[in-house]
């Protein structure tokens, strides 16, 4: 699976141009690299991400500073309990000038969507998210809209053990390439937020646009070009087929898991400024693919048994295949 000098040489120019987001965004976040740049390696896969986490961990402000970095247009819909469907894809709506329905689009018509705690709003609201995710377009009233492209959606979701929410079913949350927690900073990161805010002397942090729609899907066309040696390939597929057959588990990771695993892995490569992906890659991003898709058998939901353990187990487990330098 080799490729062409220009293939390489827009993989060299992606990774430059990630470093520079990574960077932007870093004026705004402090600390938080490692899930910052999964976050990153998943737009640049294409995919969408769930960000999994309490209130008040910086969330919505790494939303809006990757789309400002990534020069994408950004909007963001509280997922509310009474949100309908409709104010997610936008309606028809009567124009009495011009006597017929003309549609207005919704909130989805973007090109990076902060759907904020999703797990607030029932499952129909949900669901016209996700159908959105998956089809990169929205049917109202049988009539077909594509969304723009690039279109991602930073979903955030509260853990799920806070009160009054609707959790989302395994198999949506499928839809999902990466879920990703930001935590708690360190006590001197949480200084350092406090100082930049008093040193800025106002809420808003300015960043600078590295590039616009266009060029992000550059970007993701560079990543399809970086190879994958046949051995990593069929790496990911074991770790996948390990977690169905883990004892913990009752339902692993599909297909879709696996694919998830090589895809984001690959953009994990031209992040770390590589054309080919080493089995190191596809570690660093296993946690965030695979866990989200992991159901543990029920009589063990009291225990610690959890969806990431099990990813951790199987990394341990399953032989990794030498690093193999190519061409
Ligand atoms: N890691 C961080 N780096 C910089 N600012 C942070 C960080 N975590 C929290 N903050 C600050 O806390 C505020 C709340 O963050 P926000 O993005 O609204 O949180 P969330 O969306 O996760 O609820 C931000 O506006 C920011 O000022
Ligand atoms: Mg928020």
């Given at each position: 699976?080799?490729?062409?000098?220009?293939?390489?040489?827009?993989?060299t120019?992606?990774?430059?141009?990630?470093?520079?987001?990574?960077?932007?965004?870093?004026?705004?976040i402090?600390?938080?690299?490692?899930a910052?740049?999964?976050?990153?390696?998943?737009?640049?896969?294409?995919g969408?991400?769930l960000?999994?986490?309490?209130?008040?961990?910086?969330?919505?402000?790494?939303?809006?500073s990757?789309?400002?970095?990534?020069?994408?247009?950004?909007?963001?819909?509280?997922?509310?309990?009474?949100?309908?469907?409709?104010?997610?894809?936008?309606?028809?709506?009567?124009?009495?000038?011009?006597?017929r329905?003309?549609?207005?689009?919704?909130?989805?018509?973007?090109?990076?969507?902060?759907?904020?705690?999703?797990?607030?709003?029932?499952?129909?609201?949900?669901?016209?998210?996700?159908?959105?995710?998956?089809?990169?377009?929205?049917t109202?009233?049988?009539?077909?809209?594509?969304?723009?492209?690039?279109?991602?959606?930073?979903?955030?979701?509260?853990?799920?053990?806070?009160?009054?929410?609707?959790?989302?079913?395994?198999?949506?949350?499928?839809?999902?390439?990466?879920?990703?927690?930001?935590?708690?900073?360190?006590p001197?990161?949480?200084?350092?937020?406090?100082?930049?805010?008093?040193?800025?002397?106002?809420e808003?942090?300015?960043?600078?646009?590295?590039?616009?729609?266009?060029?992000?899907?550059?970007?993701?066309?560079?990543?399809?070009?970086?190879?994958?040696?046949?051995?990593?390939?069929?790496?990911?597929?074991?770790?996948?087929?390990?977690?169905?057959?883990?004892?913990?588990?009752?339902?692993?990771?599909?297909?879709?898991?696996?694919?998830?695993?090589?895809?984001?892995?690959?953009?994990?490569?031209?992040?770390?400024?590589?054309?080919?992906?080493?089995?190191?890659?596809?570690?660093?991003?296993?946690?965030?693919?695979?866990?989200?898709?992991i159901?543990?058998?029920?009589?063990?939901?009291?225990?610690?048994?959890?969806?990431?353990?099990?990813?951790?187990a199987?990394?341990?487990?399953?032989?990794?295949?030498?690093?193999?330098?190519?061409?």
């Open positions: 699976m080799s490729q062409s000098n220009t293939g390489s040489r827009s993989i120019d992606a990774a430059e141009q990630a470093g520079h987001v990574l960077a932007e965004v870093e004026k705004a402090v600390g938080k690299r490692e910052l740049m999964l976050v990153l390696a998943a737009v640049l896969a294409k969408h991400v960000l999994e986490d309490y209130p008040g961990l910086g969330k919505t402000l790494a939303a809006r990757f789309a400002r970095a990534l020069g994408l247009e950004f909007r963001r819909a509280q997922f509310t309990p009474d949100l309908l469907p409709a104010d997610l894809t936008g309606s028809f709506v009567y124009d009495q000038r011009e006597a329905f003309d549609f207005r689009p919704g909130p989805l018509f973007t090109g990076l969507l902060l759907a904020d705690e999703i797990n607030r709003t029932p499952p129909k609201t949900q669901a016209a998210l996700l159908e959105a995710m998956q089809e990169r377009q929205v109202v009233e049988g009539e077909t809209f594509p969304l723009p492209a690039p279109f991602h959606v930073l979903a955030t979701a509260n853990p799920i053990e806070y009160e009054g929410t609707y959790p989302l079913p395994e198999a949506q949350l499928d839809r999902f390439l990466l879920r990703v927690s930001f935590g708690y900073p360190a001197a990161e949480e200084y350092d937020v406090l100082a930049r805010r008093l040193d800025r002397r106002q808003e942090v300015e960043l600078e646009q590295v590039t616009d729609a266009d060029g992000l899907l550059a970007m993701q066309a560079a990543v399809e070009s970086v190879t994958v040696d046949e051995s990593v390939a069929r790496y990911c597929v074991d770790l996948a087929t390990a977690t169905r057959t883990h004892p913990d588990v009752l339902t692993g990771a599909s297909p879709r898991g696996s694919l998830g695993l090589v895809l984001a892995a690959r953009a994990f490569a031209v992040l770390r400024g590589r054309d080919y992906v080493i089995p190191e890659d596809v570690k660093a991003v296993a946690r965030s693919v695979l866990a989200h898709r159901t543990v058998r029920p009589e063990l939901w009291m225990t610690d048994a959890s969806g990431r353990g099990v990813v951790d199987v990394l341990t487990q399953v032989p990794t295949p030498a690093t193999l330098e190519p061409r």
